[in-house]
Structures are given as structure tokens and as C-alpha cells.
């Protein structure tokens, strides 16, 4: 099953697929011979493999690796998710501190804090991998499907919220309702994905010199996996160009 992402017109480089692979597929792609480091992602779906086998394993946290982390960060990879209560990244990823660099507001709408706190992870920090995951039964997005534009008020800051998501719905071939949720989701990913190389030169140099790699994700709460889209891919053209003039 697969679902191609849209591609905003002020990023026509962006090529996103949200390409969700059955169980076999997941299965191979989890286990992965031992030639080569892991890479960003691959050490993402070994941790996610590690909480679908058991959700209650426990996290790879030490007195040691706390103490580490006193002297700096380095995380391998950021995530930016829904603020939602169930989709907590580092247990979904099984990961340690230090390990993932998190970003959370409800439907991961993506503001100028979180663009910013990416672009410190990524360039900073140097993380190699940004991750938008979006999640089943999403609050966020649900209230953006429900609510109507000009209807009433939820008050000034939810309402800029749903304001936020709901032009995804644009780039839906389904209808945007209830029954069609995990469609809007991803068409919220994906208009995250775009607003964030639209909005951040950093990221999109970034991406396009080969030092970050951006990918959208979806978790379900049935099976506690994460499936991954394939990975933005920029244009010769974006990818040389410079964000040097945006600094
Ligand atoms: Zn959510």
C-alpha cells in the first residue's frame, strides 16, 4: 500500500512516497546483517522492533550513559511526533538518552520553535536522520476533519492550530472525514515534511548536501509499529543551492 506525498509548489524538489510495507516486509528490513554500523534509521526500526516484540522492554538506560551525557549530545536522529499522550518517541523507539533528539506539538504542526529547534539538532548537534511521524486516531488531525473553517471558536491558539493542519485535507484523493482519519494523517505528515523544507533553508542544504536525511513515519497503536516512508529526495538543483543567503 502506498501513498504518494504531494509535493507543495514552493518545493518541487521534495519527493516523498509514504510507502507502508507489510509485516513481511518489516520483518527483513528489521534484521540486517552486521557488515556495516547501522545506520540513523535502521537503528530507529531495530528499536522500534525491540518495543513491538515487548512494550514493556526495558528502556537502554544507565548509570553510565547518564553520566556521559553531563559532558554533551549527540543525539543519531530527531523526531518530530504529535504531543499525544500515547506516541512518546523514546519508548516507541526503545531508545536511550541522548539517542534521539524529540520535538512534540499536537499534529506536529511544525511553528518557528520547532523549526528552529531542528535546525539546532541537525546542524548543531549534527543528527542524520529527521523523522515527522504522525500516529493513528490522531486528536489533532481528527478536530482539523471535524471543525470548519469560520465555524466556531475553539479559542485563538487551537483554532491557529486546526487552521495549521487543515490545508493538508487540499492534497487528499479521500474525502476528509472520519471514516478516511489515517489518510488525513498522512496528508498531514506530508504537509510537515513540506513546510519544513519550505520554511527551513537549513534543513533543505542539509538534506541536499547528504548530511541529514528526512523521512515521514506513521505508529499504530494495534501493533506498536512504525512504518517509514522512503526518504525526501531533493533535486541537483535545491540540493546545490546554498542557504548561505538565508542566514
Ligand atoms: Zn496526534
Known amino acids: 500500500m502506498l501513498r504518494k506525498i504531494h509535493v507543495s509548489t514552493t518545493v518541487t524538489a521534495a519527493l516523498l512516497t509514504l510507502a507502508i510495507p507489510g509485516p513481511a516486509a518489516f520483518a527483513a528490513r528489521a534484521s ?34 547518564r553520566q556521559a551525557q553531563a559532558r554533551g549530545q549527540s543525539p543519531f536522529a530527531i523526531v518530530l511526533s504529535c504531543a499525544d499522550s500515547r506516541v512518546p518517541p523514546e519508548v516507541i523507539f526503545n531508545a536511550g538518552l541522548g539517542e ?56 485563538p491558539n487551537l483554532d491557529a492550530l486546526v487552521g495549521a493542519i487543515r490545508p493538508a485535507f487540499d492534497h487528499m484523493s479521500a474525502p476528509a472525514d472520519g471514516d478516511h482519519l489515517r489518510d488525513a494523517v498522512l496528508a498531514n505528515v506530508e504537509q510537515v515534511v513540506n513546510d519544513i523544507l519550505t520554511k527551513s533553508a537549513i534543513v533543505k542544504h542539509l538534506i541536499g548536501a547528504g548530511k541529514l536525511q528526512a523521512i515521514g513515519a506513521y505508529y499504530e497503536f494495534a501493533t506498536g509499529r512504525v512504518r ?7 533535486s541537483s538543483e535545491h540540493a546545490s543551492n546554498s542557504p548561505a543567503a538565508h542566514r
Request: proline share 4%.
Open 100 to 155: 534521539i533528539f524529540v520535538v512534540r506539538t499536537a499534529g506536529g504542526v511544525a511553528d518557528q520553535a520547532v523549526l528552529a529547534s531542528i535546525e539546532y539538532a541537525a546542524e548543531h548537534l549534527n543528527a542524520s536522520l529527521l523523522v515527522v511521524m504522525g500516529h493513528d486516531t490522531c486528536g489533532a488531525v481528527k478536530t482539523a476533519v471535524e471543525s470548519k473553517a469560520g465555524g466556531a471558536s475553539m479559542g
Open 228 to 234: 517509514f516512508s522512503e526518504a525526501v529526495r531533493l
Open 32 to 65: 540486517r546483517g552486521a557488515q556495516a554500523p547501522p545506520s540513523a534509521l535502521e537503528r530507529l526500526k531495530a528499536g522500534n522492533a525491540r518495543f513491538v516484540r515487548d512494550a514493556a522492554a526495558p528502556l537502554p538506560i544507565d548509570e553510565a550513559s
